[in-house]
């Protein structure tokens, strides 16, 4: 299909569409903004003895100043390892590094920033250490207790709210570059003079491993629309969370506009379900390089940023298929995957070609899982490998192919029950097609697969670099955002 004029509707058709009040639709906005993003991954597990930083940023494009909900969530089970309010002035920036306490290869996480806008609470110049509390103690879901679950996960950043009057100026920067006033934002009741939020907001990530020499970086998810209404809470709350959004979303799939209205299904709630359509894939498309010269590694991210409220010890709802346990909250795939000579892994005599590609069943069951692929050649790791190849995760599955297979690209698909069932709207959607406005299908949607976001991050290695009369080993890293099959029916 024309995806200039897909993109280019993508707004239109949103704007267009609504229901009843001031509700609206929330969708994943091409353009990279909006009132909520998501960041999929954040590491600092070391890849051998180097250890990953992760650098965030938060940009905010508009002319208001805005109170943020910033959530930092480990990759095994969603749970809060660090939860604080930020404040924006117009135009402003904020930026962040997560890094770990310490070399050992077990250590917390620790957000740490030399940036001046106002936090709640403040964040200590030597930086902030990630906790355990919620799955610790009483809170133990079987996943480890340890501090290294905090070493790896994602990050959540909800606009709660526009500041206006007092508020806005007291965290407002001066010609100096200084917020007015952030002791007055700071505390445990705070009262704040606030408005309907306007989104506006984007950001980065980067992946960064100074002594291995990778660096990789991605914008963020941004939803749109996410909320019609004042949603703020004080610190220490899990609140606002990706089930606050407004009970609708808007999807694109095979050249038809969806729009669909939620219900509370099991437990979940109406905004849950909303956000859930807008991530929903079948399978999940991208390369991968394991080149035996140039030592190369592939690693793919996969994060389900709402999986945490379908899921619990002892249930599962749709479209989610397994409840959590001490390994996590399994999902079936199937890998199949091509070299780049268009060859699968097997070739049978006498079949048409190209051969029907083929590759191993796997799981992936945190919720950010990164799938490590292999090919059993020296530089590969092996099965037994405690770590993925190129970002060192200890939340991995690994995927091996044919050890002749080098370089190419493959397809993970959602084999399990509950990504076969899917995730069905409420009664009252309608849907049209995006390239001519005709009508398409009214009522109740079928969204198949799970909500799923992600990238692929690879590395290569030079030994051969001229460095005056001697040689060097040069390393490099590179990042693409994944593609997707998606199906909604009718």
């Keep these: 299909m024309n995806t200039f004029k897909k993109k280019a509707l993508l707004s239109a058709v949103a704007a267009g569409l609504g229901v009843a009040g001031n ?20 590491t600092v597990q070391n890849n051998g003895t180097n250890s990953f930083n992760t650098y965030l940023s938060i940009v905010n494009t508009t002319a208001d100043a805005k109170v943020l909900k910033v959530r930092i969530r480990e990759g095994r089970n969603s749970q809060e390892v660090l939860d604080f309010n930020l404040y924006l002035s117009p135009n ?30 403040g964040i200590p110049a030597t930086g902030q250490d990630f906790r355990n509390f919620a799955f610790s103690g009483a809170s133990d879901d079987g996943a480890g207790t340890t501090l290294a679950r905090t070493r790896e996960g994602y990050v959540e950043v909800f606009e709660m709210a526009i500041l206006t009057g007092t508020s806005a100026t007291n965290v407002t920067h001066n010609a100096n570059g200084t917020p007015a006033n952030c002791a007055a934002v700071q505390g445990q009741a705070v009262i704040l003079s606030m408005g309907l939020p306007t989104g506006g907001l984007t950001g980065t990530g980067t992946l960064i491993n100074v002594n291995s020499g990778a ?11 996410f909320l019609s209404s004042i949603n703020y809470s004080d610190v220490p709350t899990e609140n606002p969370n990706l089930g606050d959004a407004d009970p609708a979303s808007f999807s694109i799939a095979n050249g038809t506009a969806h729009f669909d209205v939620w219900t509370p299904i099991s437990g979940t709630t109406a905004g849950a379900r909303a956000v859930s359509a807008v991530y929903m894939h079948t399978a999940v498309l991208n390369e991968y390089i394991l080149d035996t010269a140039t030592l190369s590694n592939t690693d793919w991210v996969l994060t389900f940023p709402t999986k945490s409220l379908f899921v619990d010890a002892t249930t599962a709802a749709l479209p989610f298929s397994n409840a959590f346990t001490a390994t996590g909250a399994c999902e079936l795939v199937a890998v199949s995957f091509l070299n780049r000579e268009e060859r699968g892994a097997s070739v049978v005599p006498g079949d048409f070609s190209p051969p029907q590609p083929a590759g191993p069943a796997n799981a992936v069951c945190w919720e950010s899982t990164v799938v490590s692929f292999r090919n059993g050649n020296a530089h590969t790791p092996g099965a037994s490998a405690t770590a993925s190849g190129v970002l060192g995760s200890r939340n991995f599955t690994g995927v091996t192919l044919d050890s002749s297979f080098q370089n190419g690209w493959a ?13 069905i709207s409420a009664a009252g959607g309608t849907s049209m097609l995006t390239r001519t406005g005709a009508a398409g299908s009214a009522g109740a949607h079928t969204y198949y697969g799970l909500p799923v976001t992600g990238f692929m991050v690879r590395t290569f290695n030079n030994n051969t670099v001229a460095c005056g009369t001697a040689t060097c080993q040069a390393n490099y890293g590179s990042l693409f955002r994944h593609n997707y099959r998606t199906a909604i029916l009718p």
């Design 215 to 225: 660096d990789a970086g991605y914008n963020v998810d941004a939803l749109a629309q």
């Design 411 to 423: 397809a993970l698909t959602f084999t399990g029950a509950g990504a076969g069932t899917g995730l």
């Design 92 to 121: 402003d920036m904020w930026t962040a590094a997560i890094v770990p306490i310490d070399a050992t290869d077990a250590s917390a996480g620790r957000i740490i920033t030399a940036d001046r806008s106002c936090t709640n609470p």
């Design 23 to 42: 509700a609206e639709a929330v969708f994943l906005n091409p353009n990279g903004l909006g009132q909520t993003l998501i960041y999929p991954y954040y």
